[in-house]
């Protein structure tokens, strides 16, 4: 099966994420692969449902030496649990940025970061096993379990 990196990006921003991205081998052309990169940001909850559509995906272009995703050099399964609780800091940080920095809300934005890095490992997780139909949710939960144990 084919794979190729893709950006994925606000319009007229820079790259938010670069997915890997596998297709089958009965898929032909770029959209293949840039639809299912939106499928991962949406997933994976990049933006929040409301700003999916200010989404776009573009083939990555190499930015020379080893080509890796932006934001995610190892894989999201490869984090150590201070790996994966760096991650969640940040991201937590930025949404309460984003949310104009409320008093109080600590626990609220970490809570989300969280949510959000379970979301894109399982789905990671889900894909890696060949996407099976009706089993996201079961990856969800394993993936939680594990990171809570």
């Not at 990169?37 to 449902?49: D, H, I, Q, Y």
């Not at 894989?75 to 109080?104: C, I, N, S």
């Amino acid at each position: 099966m084919p794979e190729r990196l893709v950006d994925v990006q606000r319009l007229g921003a820079k790259v938010l994420h670069t997915f890997p991205v596998t297709t089958s081998t009965s898929a032909t052309g770029e959209e293949a692969f840039k639809q299912k990169a939106l499928e991962a940001a949406a997933n994976s909850k990049l933006v929040p449902n409301e700003e999916l559509e200010s989404l776009n995906a573009t083939m990555h272009v190499s930015r020379g030496g080893q080509l890796t995703p932006y934001g995610d050099p190892h894989g999201v399964l490869a984090e150590t649990k201070a790996g994966l609780d760096q991650v969640v800091r940040e991201r937590a940080y930025f949404l309460w940025e984003q949310a104009g920095r409320p008093d109080a809300c600590a626990d609220d934005f970490w809570h989300q970061a969280q949510h959000q890095r379970f979301c894109e490992r399982a789905y990671a997780r889900w894909e890696r096993e060949g996407g099976p139909e009706g089993k996201a949710d079961e990856h969800w939960f394993r993936t939680r379990a594990f990171e809570e144990s």
